[in-house]
């Protein structure tokens, strides 16, 4: 049997080849969990989590120390000698730091969201879409690639189900979608009102001088009254005969009206994606309202005219519309008159719709189509059944009014325009005051235009401008 003797710089070189091969080890056991860094950086061991569940790290060596940068986002303790409990805590990306006897390895340790019950619900219901969902204390966020408008609009209902009490942000992309997230809308009101009116009636009544005292009336339209001996008329209506030597006289109502009304509103407006925008072209009318016990009155004021409000949302290359068109009017017939105060009524026609379109096709709110009719009819019993002279005794009213409201819609992509795009503002043939009567320009350098873009002068100006 034979014995070698080694000398000391041979056991030197095996112990430092010793020590490399650890070192080589516990890189490669580092090296299985690291992910790709970029180029010129420290190639660093990765450990990814999602918050709220945990991970064991292992090492090739007896752990000593371990250390955290931020505990509050993962937490890490030590169950074996070479065994590591890392706990996902919040979203973020920390250090963790593990010393052994000779050896210290440092890693990433980066925890991610975890997967909300919305989003595991979006995955079944849209299989193969991409859609990213984030969750705070006052909003949704949907984002990702989906293939169709129709899949980004009800990944919005399903998320606005959801919470109802949240927020939606879609962000969903969708393939052409366009870039503008502005959307003007132009709308035009067409209102037309058609009436008619027929009235007809007679009052007979004699005079006082004779034997006989007497009047016929069916109290619809206003008729003569005796007052102390007098006969007092409120009304002479359309026709007044009177015979001054039988003092038989009548008042007889005879009108036939007829009459139109039109209206035309045009109004255009601007509004941001999913952002409510309104419009309002008409007046307030005062409202007094008294105040308790005090007595006191304060006015209130109603709004009444064209009014128009509307919420875009973007879907791609359509454009979703919730709109909300209103015309008012004020109706003084039904009004009421409160503490010496006339109050009119408002006529009202609204409608209220939500429909999708492309840019620059219209749609029409139609049939809105109010019909009145109204027949009042009063009679003297007995004697308005007679024959011929019956209809004296008779009255008729005869009122018929017709009200037709279309309402055309179209939504526009649109832009801000560059300082070289904006149109010349409308003005009208005449001219302002003519320029150079000012002290400004009587100055020496012209110092009304000293900030202001070059204007041609005339021979007027040259002339102060050279003195």
């Not at 079944?124 to 949704?140: K, Y």
Request: one cysteine or more.
């Amino acid at each position: 049997m034979k014995t070698f003797r080694r000398s000391p710089r041979v056991i030197l070189a095996l112990i430092a080849l010793g020590c490399l091969a650890s070192n080589g080890a516990a890189l490669a056991a580092g090296q299985a969990v690291q992910g790709q860094k970029a180029p010129g950086t420290p190639d660093l061991p990765r450990v990814a989590l999602t918050s709220g569940r945990s991970t064991i790290v292992e090492t090739t060596f007896d752990v000593t120390r371990i250390a955290v940068t931020n505990p509050a986002i993962a937490d890490a303790v030590v169950v074996r000698p070479r065994e590591i409990l890392i706990d996902g805590k919040a979203p973020g990306t920390i250090s963790l730091i593990v010393w052994g006897a000779e050896t210290r390895i440092q890693y990433d340790i980066v925890v991610q969201q975890p997967i909300t019950p919305l989003e595991q619900q979006l995955h079944l219901l849209f299989p193969g879409e991409t859609i990213q969902v984030a969750v705070n204390a006052d909003a949704i966020i949907l984002s990702g690639n989906v293939s169709s408008t129709e899949v980004m609009l009800r990944a919005a209902e399903v998320a606005r189900a959801a919470g109802s009490k949240q927020n939606v942000l879609n962000m969903l992309q969708v393939p052409g979608a366009a870039e503008s997230q502005q959307v003007m809308l132009q709308v035009r009101f067409a209102e037309v009102n058609r009436r008619a009116l027929m009235d007809v009636g007679v009052t007979l009544f004699t005079g006082l001088t004779g034997n006989w005292t007497g009047r016929s009336s069916t109290q619809q339209f206003p008729g003569a009254d005796f007052e102390e001996g007098r006969l007092v008329f409120s009304d002479f209506l359309n026709l007044f005969l009177f015979n001054n030597q039988l003092n038989v006289g009548a008042l007889i109502k005879a009108l036939k009206q007829t009459g139109y009304f039109q209206t035309l509103a045009e109004p255009n407006l601007i509004a941001y994606n999913n952002q409510e925008a309104s419009f309002l072209a008409g007046g307030e009318f005062p409202i007094p309202i008294v105040q308790g016990n005090s007595g006191s009155v304060s006015v209130d004021f109603k709004e009444f005219g064209v009014r128009l409000s509307f919420k875009p949302t973007i879907a791609g290359d359509l454009i979703r519309l919730h709109v909300v068109p209103e015309v008012s009017s004020l109706d003084f017939n039904n009004g009421i008159l409160l503490e010496g105060f006339r109050i009119p009524a408002l006529t009202t026609r609204r409608a209220e719709t939500e429909v999708e379109l492309r840019d620059g096709q219209s749609f029409a709110i139609a049939g809105l189509i109010d019909n009145e009719t109204q027949t009042d009819n009063a009679a003297i019993p007995f004697l308005s059944q007679l024959p011929i002279i019956g209809n004296l005794f008779k009255s008729k009213a005869d009122r018929k009014e017709r009200t037709e409201l279309l309402v055309i819609v179209t939504p526009r992509l649109v832009r801000p325009l560059n300082p070289d795009e904006v149109p010349p503002l409308p003005t009208l043939p005449g001219k302002f005051l003519p320029s150079g009567d000012d002290i400004g320009q009587q100055l020496e350098g012209g110092g009304g235009t000293i900030d202001a873009p070059p204007v041609a002068r005339d021979a007027r100006n040259t002339a102060v401008a050279s003195r």
